[in-house]
């Protein structure tokens, strides 16, 4: 079976500093690994995903995330944020044999100005 | 952009009482799935739905739950007799393919409270 962990329900950053979302996963298999977002009375909407190949991941407005195998590590950074990515991040893994995704629990990012 | 779409937003109801969630996928995806995620808790997986059939079931999806896809663009998701405990916020996603690589879209959800 498969678990995600997300230490940090929330995460206060002010406007244009780093932040380090972070996600940890445990399985038995090889996995997919996911980062959802959901902005306030919206839908998940895919942020990124490794599959295979570099560890390094990239979405289009400026998150990176890096899969870490021996530390079994699929944390999510971005180096300047905004205050438009206050959302709810929930990191996801799915495995090869299965069909479903497993969420961790989400972390609150909160972008002050 | 297509999206999934839930309905209602907002569904309250009596202990006891069946309710009817409804989504409509995104037109040409032919895998449904339904999720939920109780206040302050994960999001769960209930069931996968293909070609008419449950493909992959959570052990929360029992007798009281089922899935049917009643035409061409809905999917729908029915709870026969409502307990406290279900109150929380259902998501219905869709993918074109079963393949791992495509991506799951998500609806807005429905947040189901029961009284």
């Known amino acids: 079976a498969q678990s995600v962990t997300q230490l940090d329900s929330q995460v206060p950053v002010f406007e244009e500093a780093p932040v380090e979302l972070r996600c940890n996963y445990s399985s038995s298999v090889s996995v997919y690994l996911f980062w959802y977002v959901q902005y306030p009375n919206q839908g998940l909407q895919l942020l990124l995903k490794?599959?295979?190949?570099?560890?390094l991941v990239e979405s289009i407005n400026g998150f990176e995330a890096e899969f870490n195998k021996s530390q079994t590590s699929f944390h999510l950074r971005k180096p300047s944020v905004h205050i438009s990515d206050t959302a709810e991040y929930f990191c996801?893994?799915?495995?090869?044999?299965?069909?479903?995704?497993?969420f961790g629990t989400g972390t609150r990012l909160q972008v002050f100005p | 952009e297509p999206e999934v779409t839930q309905t209602p937003s907002h569904q309250v109801t009596q202990m006891g009482q069946e309710v009817i969630l409804r989504c409509v996928p995104i037109?040409?995806?032919?895998?449904f799935y339904w999720y939920r995620q109780i206040l302050g808790q994960k999001v769960e997986f209930l069931v996968s739905f293909y070609n008419n059939e449950i493909s992959e079931k959570s052990e929360i999806f029992d007798d009281q739950f089922s899935v049917e896809r009643p035409d061409g663009s809905n999917f729908t998701l029915k709870i026969r007799s409502t307990k406290l405990e279900d109150s929380a916020m259902y998501f219905c996603?869709?993918?074109?393919?079963?393949?791992?690589?495509?991506?799951?879209?998500f609806g807005p959800g429905t947040r189901l409270t029961v009284l």
């Open positions: 490794y599959l295979s190949g570099s560890t």
């Open positions: 996801a893994v799915t495995a090869y044999n299965t069909d479903k995704l497993i």
């Open positions: 037109s040409n995806h032919l895998y």
């Open positions: 996603a869709s993918r074109v393919t079963g393949a791992k690589t495509d991506t799951q879209y």
